[in-house]
């Protein structure tokens, strides 16, 4: 009897000790985890996703979630389509201006327009003065394009070409009598800062009176026998005489001059004494028939006269800027 009611008095203690336990552990629960029903797992399920019965305040977190989750993508989304919109237009614009620019066919498709003008694939205008265009009046090149200018039909071209405003010039004088000229009023060839090479290739009377005003370097060469009667430069020039009878009189000033007299009987009277720099070379025995005026140099006699020909090789014979 003793030892029974001895058990029973512990047995009551430690089912004291259990309910005091229990109540401790659920006074120390929060409340935002127990659900409707009591139960924690269905707390916890809620807050996970949306399981369990219970967890109000999970479904709450998730639902805030999801809308800012959407309003932050919906927003990073529409930015960054715009800027790269924006952008893509932007570059487009830049790399259709910038392939004008460097285009050298569309360039010259823009200004060369004419009759008988046309483009090359490299950006030259092309102007064909024959058959029934026989450009007999001013030949006018198109502004900041290569120009080509052929004069190959008879008495073609016959007050000369102005080609100032290109970036540079190449004309070819090979039709009878083409860029003729006249005393009164010669076959004018008007140079870029680029420079311009006319050529005289035909027969007789071709580039029989020519004036050249240059703004960059001239090159005039007269091939043809006969050719370049009567040359007067102003700006800096270089005479090619390879034709027989070539170059009967060249005139240079007030630039440098350069006179190369390479044809039978060429040159037969270069004048340079208004010339800052002049070279005369009588390179074939029948060509500069009268001595060739030099610019005046301080040097003593000889020094830029070479008699025949002129050098503008020692530093007193030029006075150019």
Known sequence: MTTDRGNGGALRVASAIFIAVSLVASACIPPELVSATGGVGGSTSSSIGGGGSGGSSGGTTS??????????????????????????????????????????????????????????????????????????????????????????????????????????????????KACRGTVAAPAAFQCPPGGCEITCVGGNDVCEEVSLTCAGECTLKCEAGGSCNNVACTGDCNVECTGSNSCHVVACAPGACTVACEGTTSCDQVDCSNACACDVACTEPTACYFDPVCPAGSGPPGTCNLNPGCTSAPSVCSSCP
């Open 63 to 176: 639902t805030t979630s999801g809308a800012t989750g959407g309003t932050t993508t919906g927003s990073t989304s529409t930015t960054t389509s715009g800027t790269g919109a924006t952008t893509s237009s932007t570059t487009s614009t830049v790399s259709s201006t910038t392939s004008s620019t460097l285009d050298p066919y569309a360039a010259c498709i823009a200004v060369c327009e004419g009759q008988n003008h046309l483009c090359t694939p490299s950006g030259e205008c092309v102007i064909s003065c024959n058959g029934g265009a026989n450009c007999d009046s001013l030949v006018k090149c198109p502004a900041g394009v290569p120009c080509v200018v052929q004069c190959s039909t008879i008495d073609s071209c016959p007050d000369g070409v102005d080609c100032s405003d290109a970036s540079s010039c190449e004309v070819t004088c090979s039709g009878s």
